[in-house]
């Protein structure tokens, strides 16, 4: 009889093997497909990303032998940095290469070969070294977006025009320079050195990266330590109660609200009623580290349950107070998980621009700001208003903001890892 | 266990009993009274919520006396003896009544902070359960809180004096620095003892202290108690029916949360006067 009920029974799990296996396997190539298609989309995302923004990170440069002349730029002894016609310095070089240019209009259009900012650098060289007055210096000035993206276009070939945005004179121009090798590419330190420009060549995220740094900065100062006062109480001081359950889901609320409704939040309550000023970082860093507040808090509960009640049950034993518990033994434990709520909050709040747009840091704002209550934009915000310009060179200066901004992201979320590795202790 | 299984084996021994024997849970038999009372409780109730877990306990505990409670599982011992420290405080639903004098004063009194209760009144748990820092720090740590020590050469003799009592001293003393947590779990143990001494406490309470350690670890802690008991009134719970005979000078049997039998060792031991205490060592309940 036993004998029988085994046969059977291992009959049954035979025939039963072949389609376990089969689902098995089907699961396997599921993930594995998923996991495939979600890396795909990644790779196609960066690819396209590197490949459109790798080419702000160069600048095309032009050649020019630049007469520092006395009587141009010191006309009463001084030097005259305000009002000297150094455009017209840079000008006259260029007219030099091209003498068979005669005729005005046929001028102004060469002249538009060169940045506004070529003007600027020949300002600079001389405001810092004053004995090259009276000198003739060659220099590598900035060419113009049209010229860069003609140059980045037509890879050592010689240059042809498709966009329409030069005309037949300066493709003819440009192709003489390249002859003559007075064309160069060269890294591009306007887009780390510069605020906003109108001018593509001449545009940086400077400013953005210091809103963003300035609006953090003010972030982490006082969400970390609310958000974590606030986890220690909860967790370790509240009485369980009623109250304390309808605190402890309106966090998780919290966490789940739109973040442009914070951004109206902060517009009626810093801007409107505090009257705080428009476009500060400081107003941005009061609006995100409401944002990062529930992160942060949710994370460090976490962190504060992970610890194990043995060495609470230790320490009390030994006559520690509730507090001695806490901040000598359930805080350092608690920490690296804290750090790391923190950072991945921190990290969520550099990326964002939506309640940024309501509190006016979506502004053409040129110079960098220098304190909290200078107007600012923020990185995720440049990437924004960049997007929407014409210019074609601006197209790839976005992708370079976008290249930019992952870097810095992706760094904060290295650093998270690595709190978490280095700090965590095994009890 | 359930209480329904619990209720099955107290039917079950009243069906068994033997004349002469009884089997009511009631008044505690034996002489519950100490020559020498450092700790006396006093008609103690606990209660977790709805859950009546300690039923009506009296009992004294003498001035360097070791007195193990045993029992099974879920019979109240482990409650009793967080009651001696206030360590059910922590416990929201938790409610004692009854007093409990330690050395003549109220513990469960208004003005008595637990923190003082427990720098006289040690402790040491089932798993050791060392601070993950070094093995000074574990030690120094209850002093440190205290102010037990003027400067840095008393706190030293002091960790060494705690580590020397708890025998230890000879296997770590080069290594102080090192983390606590790296030792094996006897040696976590004994150094959870030292970490207690340390503070200079007057009762030691151990909860199963050898239940997660290797016979040898186990062997090497009963001798210590055995030494401890010379300054400190210990009390340990225990399920190894062999260690309560071997480190104790009384033993007390709880059963359902009420303390059924209470006595010296040996007489327990050989002559248990309640049919569910004989039941008990003789491993018919478990």
Known sequence: MAMATSTTNRQKVEAGLSRRRRKELVFRYTGLLATTVGILFLGVFFVDLFGKGASAFRQTYISLDVELSEAVIAPGGE??????????????????????????????????LLSVGAAYQVRDLVE????????????????????????????????????????????????????????????????????????????GIRGALMGSFYMLLVTVVIAFPTGVAAAVYLEEFAPRSRI???????????????????????????????????????????????????????????????????????????????????????????????????????????????????????????????????????????????????????????????????????????????????????? | MSNATNENLVNLAAARAEPGQTTELGATIGDVRSKNPFVVAENVDVYYGDNHAIRNVTLEIGKQEVIALIGPSGCGKSTFLRCLNRMNDSIESARVSGTILLDGQDI??????????????????????????????????????????????????????????????????????????????????????????????????????????DPIATARIEDLIDELSEDYAIVVVTHSMQQAARVSKRVAYFHLGTLVEVDETDRIFTNPRHKLTEDYITGRIG
Not at chain 1, 131 to 150: I, Y
């Open chain 1, 244 to 427: 304390s359950d309808i605190i402890e889901v309106n966090i998780n609320n919290l966490a789940a609200v739109p973040s442009i409704v914070f951004g109206l939040l902060g517009l009626a309550v810093f801007i409107n009623w505090a009257s705080l000023p428009r476009s500060a970082p400081l107003v941005g860093g009061l609006v995100l580290s409401l944002l990062t507040l529930p992160v942060i808090i949710i994370a460090s509960r976490a962190a504060i349950k992970s610890v194990p009640p043995s060495i609470r049950d230790a320490a009390s034993s030994l006559g520690a107070s509730r507090m001695q518990v806490v901040f000598h033994h359930v805080m350092p434990l608690a920490l690296p998980g804290m750090l790391t709520g923190t950072i991945i909050g921190m990290s969520r709040a550099l990326g964002e621009s939506a309640p940024l747009l309501m509190i006016g840091m979506v502004a053409f704002i040129v110079d960098v700001p220098a304190g909290l209550t200078d107007p600012a934009t923020a990185l995720p915000v440049q990437i924004y208003l960049w997007a929407d310009s014409p210019e074609r060179a601006f197209a790839e200066r976005t992708s370079a903001a976008i290249i930019v901004l992952l870097g810095f992201l992706l760094l904060m979320n290295l650093a998270a890892v690595i709190i978490r590795k280095r700090m965590q202790r095994n009890w």
């Open chain 1, 128 to 203: 810092q070294d004053p004995a090259l007055l009276g000198t003739t210096q060659t220099l590598w000035v900035p060419a113009s977006a049209n010229v860069d993206m003609l140059i980045k276009r037509s890879e050592g070939e010689p240059v042809e025009d498709d966009s329409g945005q030069l005309s037949v004179a300066q493709v003819y121009w440009v192709g003489q320079l390249q002859q003559q090798e007075l064309l160069k590419k060269g890294w591009n330190t306007a887009l780390f050195t510069n605020g906003d420009s109108r001018e593509p060549e001449l545009a």
């Open chain 2, 108 to 213: 469960y009194s208004r003005n008595l902070d637990p923190v003082a209760l427990r720098a006289r009144v040690g402790m040491v748990f089932q798993k050791p359960n060392p601070f993950p820092k070094s093995i000074y720090d574990n030690v120094a740590y209850g002093p440190r809180i205290h102010g037990l020590a003027a400067d840095r050469a008393e706190l030293d003799q002091i960790v060494r004096t705690s580590l020397e009592r708890a025998g230890l001293w000879d296997e770590v003393k080069d290594r102080l620095d090192d983390a606590g947590t790296g030792l094996s779990g006897g040696q976590q143990q004994r150094l959870c003892i030292a970490r207690t001494i340390a503070v200079g406490p007057e009762v030691i309470l151990m909860d199963e202290p050898c239940s997660a350690l």
């Open chain 1, 79 to 112: 030097p005259d940095f305000a009002f000297a016609d150094f455009d017209g310095l840079v000008r006259d070089a260029l007219r030099k290469l091209f003498p068979e240019v005669t005729e005005r209009s046929q001028r102004r259009e060469l002249y538009r």
